[in-house]
Each structure stands twice: as C-alpha cells, then as structure tokens.
C-alpha cells in the first residue's frame, strides 16, 4: 500500500499515522496548510471568473455600441457584412 505522507510545505516524509498537527521537519502548521492553499485557489479562481465576465459584459457593450452606430448610419453590422458573404447583384 502506498500510504505515505509527505509534508505539503517541506516534502518531508511523514509517520503514517503521524496525527500532530505540525510538521516535524519545518513545523508547518499541516491542518490549515492545505485549507490555506486551497481557499486562496479559490479565490484566484473566483477572481479570474469574475474578470471573464466583466470582459464579456465589455465586449456586449462595445458590441451594442457599434450595432446602434452602424444602424444610425443605414450600413450593415460589421460582422454580419462578414458573416453572410452574399455577392451583391
Ligand atoms: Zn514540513
């Protein structure tokens, strides 16, 4: 069975059933270590969600933008223009 421990810190090898909470070779503290670490994944996570949909919220805003300026002036949408690349008769 591989059931080794290893401190999360340090790398050092850990009892088995070594149950204190500090590490013996760095005294890191390997009950909120691991909490520690992953909250702050959390909350980079979280920051990078919010920062995808603020960047998608900018882009429908500039999109919404452009489409009432290019309506205003009678001209097809830029990326419809593009889309539907019908040859003109
Ligand atoms: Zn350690």
Same mark, same amino acid.
């Given at each position: 069975?591989?059931?080794?421990?290893?401190? +999360? %810190?340090?790398?050092?090898?850990?009892? &088995?059933? =070594?149950?204190?909470?500090?590490?013996? %070779?760095?005294?890191?503290? &390997? &009950?909120? =270590?691991?909490?520690?670490?992953?909250?702050?994944?959390?909350?980079?996570?979280?920051?990078?969600?919010?920062?995808?949909?603020?960047?998608?919220?900018?882009? &429908?805003?500039?999109?919404?933008?452009?489409?009432?300026? =290019?309506?205003?002036?009678?001209?097809?949408? +830029?990326?419809?223009?593009?889309?539907?690349?019908?040859?003109?008769?």
């Amino acid at each position: 069975m591989k059931e080794d421990k290893f401190c +999360p %810190h340090c790398g050092g090898k850990l009892k &088995l059933f =070594y149950l204190k909470q500090t590490c013996p %070779h760095c005294g890191v503290n &390997l &009950l909120t =270590y691991n909490m520690e670490a992953r909250l702050e994944q959390d909350a980079q996570k979280a920051a990078a969600e919010v920062d995808a949909l603020w960047n998608r919220l900018r882009r &429908l805003d500039k999109a919404r933008l452009i489409e009432k300026h =290019y309506t205003k002036k009678g001209k097809p949408l +830029p990326w419809e223009s593009a889309e539907e690349q019908t040859p003109e008769a």
